[in-house]
């Protein structure tokens, strides 16, 4: 999954990491004017990475950072979703789906200056087949791989156990990195990639400088530094974007506040798609999220449409399951349990909850987080619920909640893509254990691509008739940037927020 926690909020198997390095030393400002003379980048965001290996921690403020940009894979989504060559050049899959055969970048090099060969690419997936600290979310997308096998330096092949169509889209994410292998032992201290930039430094959960990459093999960077600098504070992000003290919002976090950035001779707003769907998640452990009705009366109670006026100024999708509009098996299904607190307390009532109902909501201090527990807790408390809303800091958040399941409804932002398969994992924090709808992701996972999206359609109706959750929204991509800049990515296809196409009409 991908918790979004960088850009947004967090998504996946999001596993807490406790590491505090800094690598490095400090970074300089930005600004019009600094970012002008020395090609610097700030990049406002909500959260900076609490750890610096996205394959043994899923906070999603990591791959934000450093996919693509640090780290490359073998394919690579482009801005509307489409898989494309990074560092294989092509590949081909046999008749019956199981063998890929990839046909490697011969120029690509590591930032070491070690060769990004076939050896680097089974050292890199063996490793994420075999190593214990692995994430779930990783483990089960690269669960269909069996063996890698080096053909000559510049081919591999990979060989799976069953047909997977998906496979191939989860290598372009965290999963499919290659990681140099001369440096793999030391990378949750020290980035150790094949792109543009290399890691400079790192204040834990407060910003991550990377620098122009010696000698990249590719096209080479616009700019020779760039900080990802998180804020908890949205007022103080817009604030600082309008002193010039950032360069770009990677996701404005008050969208009510957009218009002070609608001087276009200064700023560029894109209004672009995401893959977070923020979920109003319950524990399906406690004995009141069993019964149905209790799941659908909150489903009932909440206005989707006003919360996403409120909180987001109307920006963003209203989904109604785990899909968002970019994904193939899209439907709209926001209606399926349409505003109705009338019939939300007499389903309580049916359940034996007629105003006798208490719920902890804890949530991580994200402004949409936090903002949609202020709406929600006021409108359950309109149909009988009594709602605690307790806000964590987002360490702790992951901790209680993610790890521990210390919560009875809680709200944060998915943003891997796909993720709609964690609730097929009975052990996620979700506690959801339905083995029909277990069964049909089986199915759309290993039958025939042609029925792929049938099958992934009749999962998504599941989760909404079965009101697993309450899908509040969809979050807007929306960014903020210079005017002068040019290339900014409009939507978020993956986790990264991809800086290698972004340049300046100014040089």
């Known amino acids: ?139 089960q997308q690269i669960a269909p791989m069996a063996a890698v096998n080096v053909k000559d330096p510049t081919t591999v092949e990979v060989v799976l156990s069953q047909r997977s169509n998906n496979w191939l889209y989860y290598m372009a994410q965290a999963a499919g990195i290659v990681y140099d292998p001369t440096k793999i032992n030391d990378i949750d201290k020290q980035p150790a990639g094949s792109g ?22 590719g096209t080479p960077t616009k700019f020779d530094e760039v900080t990802f600098k998180s804020f908890t504070d949205p007022n103080a992000e817009n604030a600082a974007m309008s002193s010039g003290d950032l360069d770009i919002i990677s996701n404005v976090q008050a969208p009510q506040a957009l218009s002070q950035f609608n001087d276009t001779s200064k700023y560029t707003i894109l209004d672009g798609t995401t893959n977070s769907e923020v979920v109003m998640g319950f524990n399906h452990q406690k004995d009141a999220f069993q019964d149905i009705r209790v799941r659908q009366a909150i489903n009932y109670a909440i206005n989707r449409g006003d919360l996403l006026k409120t909180v987001a100024a109307g920006h963003g999708t209203l989904i109604g399951s785990m899909v968002p509009p970019t994904d193939p098996w899209y439907e709209d299904l926001s209606n399926t349990y349409g505003y109705d607190p009338d019939k939300a307390r007499q389903l309580l009532k049916d359940a034996g909850h007629e105003n006798n109902l208490t719920l902890a909501l804890r949530v991580p201090t994200l402004p949409y987080a936090t903002a949609s527990a202020t709406f929600v807790a006021s409108a ?23 790890t521990k399941s210390n919560y009875d409804l809680t ?23 339905n083995p029909d709808f277990q069964k049909l992701i089986a199915e759309a996972e290993t ?32 960014v903020v940037t210079r005017a002068d800049l040019e290339g900014v990515p409009k939507n978020l296809t993956s986790s990264s927020f991809d800086i290698t196409s972004i340049s300046s009409k100014n040089f």
């Open 380 to 402: 359950l408390k309109d149909v009988g619920i009594t709602v605690n809303v307790d806000q964590l800091d987002f360490t702790r958040w992951i901790d209680e909640v993610m």
């Open 196 to 217: 543009p930039f290399e890691m400079k430094e790192w204040h834990q959960n407060e910003l991550v400088t990377l620098k122009r990459a010696g000698s990249y093999w």
């Open 1 to 139: 999954m991908g918790f979004r926690v960088g850009r947004r909020p967090l998504i996946g198997a999001v596993l807490a990491g406790s590491m505090a390095t800094l690598v490095g030393c400090s970074t300089s400002g930005s600004g019009s004017g600094a970012s002008s003379q020395a090609h610097n980048l700030v990049i406002g965001t909500s959260v900076a990475p609490n750890a610096l290996d996205p394959s043994t921690n899923s906070a999603a403020a990591i791959p934000q950072a450093l996919l693509y940009n640090v780290y490359e894979t073998l394919v690579k989504l482009d801005n509307n979703g489409a898989i494309k060559p990074l560092l294989a050049t092509k590949w081909e899959q046999s008749d019956d789906g199981l063998t890929y055969t990839f046909n490697l970048q011969p120029q690509a090099k590591f930032a070491s200056g070690a060769a990004v060969d076939a050896n680097a690419v089974k050292t890199s997936f063996d490793r994420v087949m075999t190593e214990p600290k692995i994430t779930s979310a990783i483990k």
């Open 447 to 478: 039958g025939p691509s042609d029925e792929q999206v049938g099958l992934m359609k009749q999962a998504a109706r599941i989760l909404a008739t079965d009101a697993v959750a309450d899908f509040l929204y969809l979050l807007a991509n929306l």
């Open 411 to 433: 709200i944060v932002g998915h943003a891997e893509g796909r993720d709609i398969i964690k609730w097929a994992e009975p052990g996620y924090y979700w506690h959801y254990n």
